[in-house]
């Protein structure tokens, strides 16, 4: 017994030495990818030459409530659970990989009665029928020669990282989601103050000309026309007002609650939120570092590459070393007896010759996914640099468009003052005041929704470059409950 113990000892010795003899399959080499060296357009008063400095970006629009918003959706969205799920398995497949190079061991025990048939011409035993108890233990070891084994392993921590940048990634959307619906939401807001204003207005125009008809100084249509003006007006107040509960129903989702329970939040009226100045775009070259979709995709091209290896490995032999000590005995009192005992063990080798080309043809199918990876991650970096530039250009010329529309909002309200005046005076027409009115309304309203897409602009930005989130820490999967 002893003789066989060392034996197998020393086939066990052999299998841990050619562990790592070989890997097949191509190695991973990380991408490469020409990228600009500086941005094309800069926003030269927000964003200064140097490191990316977006940690928290949120912050820099110096608005509690979205900070709040912000926090509470980190806490209760579910998607984030999802995610976080997500990891979590991820975690598992590569323990269920990893346990594949390790020896597998099973225990087993059985009872059994049998009876030899007594026609045949071979002999009955003396007890016909009989009893057989059976008890053991069996073990068997995969040996990785080829390392077809630890790129599957190579794949699942790929994957563990891919995941990781998922959560982050899925990060980097939710708040900025938070913020653009907040921003829709002030921004509403602040519109709906605008017609309200100059529905006010509006209505004093009314007051006037029939004021003026009943003096007999206009004519009809000249009320007709106001109290169209003002009809047209009041309508829009109710389509901002539709809109503006379809933002706050929005914040309520991202924030892992039902529509009243954002009311409180909201209360405050804080006005559209201002992003704070001295943030950095940095070179490109940060972005790959920063936007974790983009990690993603190279942790994921990193996984497909290992399946590569994976799958030329069953090109190979596999080799496995087993063995089983089994205790048999038809009488129960015998069965843990020296006698009773049975036993194999050895080396062995399983070797796919002939496979009508399924082996290589599925070779091609995991390289063809490498390149599918590898364009999808190009893809990618031209993408994100193409969401940079185009943020950056929006902030650029919006600014541009709201500068000329503070001018034409101040003109206009001039212009309304002076022709009413003059329509008093009987100088002009109500259709000069009709048109006044209406494109004060119009540029006031527009310098609002101006100022509101200029803060669009920089969270499209800030998630553009990676939303700060690259250093974000995974924190532990925490299961979903379960219903009462």
């Known amino acids: 017994m002893t003789r066989q113990i060392v034996s197998f000892s020393l086939l066990g010795l052999l299998g841990i030495v050619l562990q ?281 091209l990193a996984a497909q590459n290992a399946r590569v290896g994976v799958a030329v490995a069953d090109l190979y032999p596999r080799f496995t070393l087993f063995g089983d000590l089994n205790l048999q005995a038809s009488n129960s009192g015998d069965l843990f007896n020296s006698a009773s005992r049975a036993y194999s063990f050895g080396p062995s080798f399983q070797w796919q010759i002939f496979s009508a080309g399924r082996i290589r043809n599925n070779i091609r199918v995991e390289e063809s996914r490498v390149a599918q990876a590898y364009a999808a991650y190009e893809s990618s970096v031209l993408g994100a640099v193409e969401e940079v530039e185009t943020s950056m250009a929006g902030i650029l010329y919006e600014r541009e468009r709201l500068s000329d529309l503070k001018r034409a909002v101040a003109s206009s309200n001039e212009t309304v003052s002076l022709v009413k005046d003059n329509y008093q005076n009987g100088l002009v027409s109500f259709q000069n005041v009709l048109d006044a009115e209406r494109t004060q309304f119009s540029a006031e309203d527009e310098e609002t929704f101006s100022r509101g897409q200029i803060a669009r602009n920089y969270i499209i930005l800030y998630k553009a470059l990676g939303g700060g989130t690259a250093t974000e820490l995974i924190p532990p999967a925490v299961p979903i409950p379960a219903k009462p």
Do not use: M
């Not at 990893?98 to 009872?111: C, D, E, F, T």
């Open 20 to 300: 790592s003899c070989y890997t097949v399959g191509p190695d991973y080499l990380q991408p490469g990818r020409d990228i600009p060296d500086a941005w094309t357009r800069s926003v030269e008063r927000d964003l200064e030459d140097g490191a990316a400095s977006l940690t928290g970006w949120w912050k820099g629009f110096n608005d509690p409530t979205l900070n709040a918003l912000i926090e509470r959706a980190r806490a209760s969205n579910p998607n984030l659970r999802l995610v976080l799920e997500r990891i979590t398995e991820a975690r598992a497949q590569r323990g269920i990989a990893v346990s594949r190079a390790l020896p597998q061991g099973n225990g087993s025990g059985r009872y059994s009665r049998h009876r030899n048939s007594e026609s045949l011409n071979s002999p009955v035993p003396s007890d016909n029928p009989f009893d057989l108890y059976t008890t053991g233990f069996d073990a068997g070891w995969e040996i990785d020669i080829f390392g077809g084994i630890r790129r599957s392993v190579e794949s699942t921590e790929a994957n563990i990282a891919a995941q990781e940048e998922n959560y982050r990634d899925t990060l980097v959307t939710l708040f900025a989601d938070v913020a653009l619906n907040y921003v829709d939401y002030r921004t509403l807001e602040a519109r709906i103050a605008v017609a309200n204003r100059n529905i006010n207005s509006q209505r004093g125009s009314v007051d006037l000309t029939r004021k003026r008809l009943d003096a007999g100084l206009v004519p009809k249509i000249d009320v007709t026309q106001a109290e169209t003006n003002l009809a047209l007006s009041e309508a829009a107040v109710p389509q901002l007002r539709a809109q503006l509960a379809a933002s706050k129903n929005r914040l309520a989702t991202l924030t892992g609650g039902f529509p009243a329970s954002v009311d409180a939040i909201l209360a405050n009226r804080n006005g559209i939120p201002v992003p704070k100045a001295g943030y950095s775009a940095g070179l490109p070259a940060d972005l790959l570092r920063a936007r974790p979709d983009i990690r993603r995709a190279e942790r994921e």
